[in-house]
């Protein structure tokens, strides 16, 4: 496990999601595509959550004890219960910015860690490099969505006309 690269990814991430959501309307930030899918704002809040109850709690826990027990989480849950989608984008990219920054804070820290150090919960299985592995992807995958959705709000808004010329999203 590289932990430089992983804060350095981690870091960037941030950034990129921070420009992606830049200049959104209160509209767009709201807006989704269908009522099952994620706005921009709840995508926002969920990278919120996650960081503070799930990344970065559970991979201090395998780190320090792989046996201690980790809270539990229910993103999905979560986005409704938590209104996510009522909030205020520019409050939730602030509480975001300001774990992740808490988040960089402390993996600096980190001297020598056990990266195969195993949390082991029923079929749950994930080493401490799996998580920091993962923690890295999320944000990716979460990047990914939040294109899409501007690819999307641009389709809704351009409607009867079309962004295909552009290209099809695959």
Not at 24 to 40: C, R, T
Request: proline share 4%; glycine share 2%; aromatic share 10%.
């Amino acid at each position: 496990m590289n932990l430089d690269y992983s804060v350095l990814k981690l870091s960037s991430n941030a950034i990129v999601v921070q420009t992606l959501v830049a200049d959104v309307s209160i509209e767009q930030a709201h807006w989704k595509p269908a009522e099952d899918k994620w706005s921009i704002l709840e995508v926002v809040n969920h990278l919120y959550d996650e960081e503070r109850e799930d990344f970065r709690p559970r991979l201090e826990k395998t780190l320090r004890d792989p046996k201690e027990k980790w809270d539990r989480i229910e993103p999905k849950v979560w986005a409704i219960e938590r209104k996510y989608n009522a909030r205020n984008l520019e409050d939730s990219l602030a509480n975001f910015l300001s774990e992740r920054e808490k988040s960089l804070g402390w993996l600096r820290t980190l001297m020598n860690p056990n990266w195969e150090n195993t949390h082991i919960s029923g079929k749950l299985i994930l080493s401490a490099g799996d998580l920091l592995a993962s923690w890295v992807a999320h944000d990716i995958l979460h990047i990914k969505q939040i294109t899409r959705l501007h690819y999307d709000y641009v389709a809704h808004l351009s409607a009867p006309f079309s962004p295909l010329y552009a290209g099809e999203w695959k």
